[in-house]
């Protein structure tokens, strides 16, 4: 039996960002993993009742931080999301995200910046940046300058 090549079955971690409109902290923690990971990680984000577009609050943010998320869409959790990613980060979703054995859960208890200004979603950003750079480090790998 031929053993399956390294493309067959890849080593690059998957991690799936969750929170209820998809429209603020999964989409920063998303653009700062997709930012700092390169194409050491497979990034994706939803939610669980997604708003129509990206909270604009959010996107003046990132783009201080000099990320432009402004292209970025709501998307809905699908089962098959959870399913094929390695960890799931959910950011105040509830039971509304689906539970699979073997799959790493974590729970990151963050603000909402939803109906905020981008002066109280600042402190959001960054806490949420300290938090990838530190998953990053957990998943070893280093953080793009």
Not at 36 to 58: E, F, H, I, K
């Amino acid at each position: 039996m031929k053993a399956p090549s390294p493309d067959e079955h890849p080593t690059t971690p998957s991690v799936l960002f969750v929170c209820v409109h998809n429209a603020g902290r999964s989409q920063m923690a998303a653009a700062f993993l997709t930012h700092l990971g390169g194409d050491r990680v497979q990034v994706r984000s939803a939610g669980s009742a997604p708003a129509d577009t990206v909270n604009p609050a959010v996107v003046e943010a990132m783009r201080e931080a000099g990320i432009d998320i402004s292209a970025e869409t709501p998307k809905v959790l699908t089962p098959e999301a959870v399913q094929s990613s390695d960890v799931v980060i959910t950011m105040g979703c509830g039971d509304a995200c689906p539970y699979f054995p073997g799959k790493r859960y974590l729970d990151w208890q963050l603000a909402d910046p939803a109906g905020q200004g981008v002066a109280a979603v600042r402190p959001i950003r960054d806490e949420i940046e300290g938090r990838i750079r530190s998953l990053l480090t957990e998943l070893g790998i280093e953080p793009a300058a």
